[in-house]
């Protein structure tokens, strides 16, 4: 997968009773350059428009939504893994196609059928 490495950092937001004793939100601090994902990956992980992604190219991402560490753990390489895949998927090139008679047909159909529904409402004549 790559190299990673995983910071646990004190929870923001609102809490209760619990909030000052346990810190257990998780900063997984990627190296997309340093990992051993395939050179076409690396570059299309760094071309993305991502906001967790820095300028020297670390993907950061910050999981805290559960009250434990290891769900949180857990959810941060989960998304990690999610965004690999996603940067993996290269999409077919689409091939120009022409439109068919019939749909051509159609859209004149229309076309001249919003044309007299236009017409229709012109100025009456006497």
Known sequence: MGN?????LVAQGPGGQH???A???VHLRFDIAASSLL???KARLLA???SRI???GVLVIKAQGSRSLESN????MARLHTLIERAAHVPKPRKPTRPTYGSQQR???GKAQRSSVKLGRGKVSE
Do not use: P
């Open 73 to 76: 753990k857990a959810e941060a």
């Open 4 to 8: 990673w490495v995983a910071h646990v």
């Open 39 to 41: 050179a076409a990956l």
């Open 23 to 25: 810190s257990t939100a």
């Open 107 to 109: 859209r004149l159909e």
């Open 19 to 21: 909030v000052n004793k």
């Open 54 to 56: 820095s300028a020297d």
């Open 48 to 50: 993305r428009s991502d």
